[in-house]
C-alpha cells in the first residue's frame, strides 16, 4: 500500500484528480478523512507511481506503507476511530462497559443479569448463545433460543447486546438479533469468518487469539477491513504463557502497543485472561489505567451455578463495587463514565467479601 496524504488546503478538485490517476494506473484507493486532511491508501499499484503523485497538485507527502496491515494502521488513520453501538461510541472520551454472563441459560437468568449490570451502570449486556467450548460434551449454548433471550434481555433494559458468532452460515441470524458480533479467540484466525464479517453491516468485536501475536491480531482486523466493514474493535483477552496461576496471562503491554500502531478502539475482557473472579478487579484497573477503551467483563446472579465459567464470573454486588472504583479511575484518566442514578447510596461490596 501507498499512502498519499493531502495538503490541508487541497480541493476537492485535486483529490479527484489524484484518485482519477490512481485509477487510471488500475489502483483502487481507500479512503481516510482526518480533521484536517484526506489520507488515501493505494492499493493495487507500483512503488513507480509514487514520483507522479507527488508532483500532483494538493499532494503533500507520498511514502509506502511497509507494514502488513494498512487500513488498521495509524498511517492510514493517524486519529483514533469510534465504533458506535446503540448511541454509544467505543473509543471515544467514554470509557465503556459491556458485561453479564459468559453464556445466555435460561430467561429469567439473563433478565436478572441484565437488570444488575444495568444498575451498576454497564453499558452494554454480553452473553454467548453459541459457546466455543473446549469439551463437546460441555454445555453448548442454546443458540438462537438464546438470542431471543437476550433480544427480550435488550428491550427490557435497553442495553446493547453483544454476542458471539462461530460460523458463517450463522451470521444474518446472529446480526438480526445482536448490536456487537464478538469474534471468539479461538476463531481469530477463521478467515472465512472474518472475510463475511467485513461484509456485515454490524460492529465486530474481535477478540485476540490464544496464541496470536499482535501482528496477527491487527492482520485478522485487517480481513474485515478490507471486505468493507470499518466497525472493527479490538480487545486483549490474555494470551497462553508458561504461566498456569491464571487461565491466562494478560497482556497489558498490548493496549499501549496497539494504541500506538492501530486507530482502532481497543477493549480488554479481564474474566477470560484471569479465569478467577478475584482477580478480575485489579486487571479492569489495570486496563482502565493503561489506556483501554472499555472492558468486558462476566457477571452472573449465581456464579455457582454457572453452566460456563462460573469461577470467573464477579457477583451483582461486586460488579457494582468495581463500577464505582472504574468511574473514580476514568476521571483520573480523563475519561468520562456516566454517573448512574440508581448507584446513589448504593452499598459498595469489596471483592473480598464475595465468596
Ligand atoms: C467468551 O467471551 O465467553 C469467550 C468464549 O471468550 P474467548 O473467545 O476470549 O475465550
Ligand atoms: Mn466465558
Not at 504461566?243 to 502497543?257: C, F, G, K, Q, Y
Not at 479481564?270 to 478475584?278: I, M, V
Not at 478487579?281 to 489505567?289: C, D, E, I, K, V
Request: net charge neutral.
Amino acid at each position: 500500500m501507498i499512502i498519499v496524504v493531502m495538503r490541508e488546503k487541497a480541493s476537492v478538485k485535486n483529490l479527484g484528480a489524484v484518485i482519477g490517476r490512481i485509477e487510471d494506473a488500475s489502483g483502487r484507493a481507500h479512503i481516510s478523512r482526518d480533521a484536517d486532511r484526506t489520507i488515501l491508501g493505494v492499493v493495487g499499484v507500483g512503488k513507480s507511481l509514487i514520483e507522479t503523485l507527488v508532483e500532483m497538485e494538493g499532494v503533500e507527502r507520498v511514502t509506502p506503507l511497509e507494514t502488513p496491515y494498512k487500513l488498521a494502521s495509524r498511517e492510514f488513520q493517524p486519529s483514533s476511530s469510534t465504533v458506535t453501538i446503540g448511541g454509544i461510541a467505543v473509543g471515544g472520551p467514554e470509557f465503556v462497559v459491556m458485561a453479564g454472563p459468559c453464556a445466555v441459560e435460561s430467561l429469567d437468568q439473563t433478565l436478572e443479569a441484565a437488570h444488575a449490570v444495568k444498575r451498576a451502570g454497564a453499558h452494554m449486556l454480553r452473553g454467548g448463545a453459541f459457546k466455543p467450548r473446549t469439551s463437546p460434551y460441555s454445555f453448548q449454548g442454546l443458540g438462537e433460543k438464546g438470542l431471543e433471550i437476550l433480544a427480550v434481555a435488550r428491550k427490557a433494559t435497553g442495553l446493547p447486546v453483544v454476542t458471539e458468532v462461530m460460523a458463517v452460515q450463522d451470521i444474518p441470524m446472529v446480526a438480526r438479533y445482536a448490536d456487537v458480533l464478538q469474534v471468539g479467540a479461538r476463531n481469530m484466525q477463521n478467515f472465512n469468518l472474518l472475510q463475511e464479517l467485513g461484509k456485515a453491516r454490524k460492529p465486530v468485536l474481535l477478540k485476540r487469539g490464544l496464541m496470536s501475536s499482535l501482528e496477527e491480531f491487527l492482520m485478522s482486523a485487517e480481513y474485515i477491513l478490507s471486505h468493507g466493514n470499518s466497525q472493527v474493535i479490538l480487545c486483549e483477552r490474555g494470551i497462553r504463557t508458561f504461566e498456569r496461576m491464571t487461565r491466562n496471562t494478560l497482556d497489558i503491554s498490548a493496549v499501549p502497543v496497539l494504541k500506538k500502531r492501530t486507530h482502532l478502539p481497543i477493549m480488554v475482557d479481564p474474566s477470560h485472561a484471569a479465569g478467577e473472579w478475584d482477580l478480575v478487579p485489579s486487571l479492569s484497573r489495570a486496563a482502565l489505567a493503561a489506556g483501554a477503551d472499555g472492558l468486558i467483563i462476566e457477571v452472573h446472579p449465581r456464579p455457582s451455578e454457572a453452566l460456563s465459567d462460573g469461577p470467573q464470573a464477579l457477583k451483582p454486588e461486586t460488579f457494582m463495587g468495581l463500577m464505582n472504583e472504574l468511574r473514580a479511575i476514568s476521571a483520573a484518566m480523563g475519561r468520562s463514565m456516566a454517573p448512574v442514578k440508581e448507584l446513589v447510596g448504593a452499598i459498595i461490596d469489596r471483592p473480598g467479601r464475595d465468596s
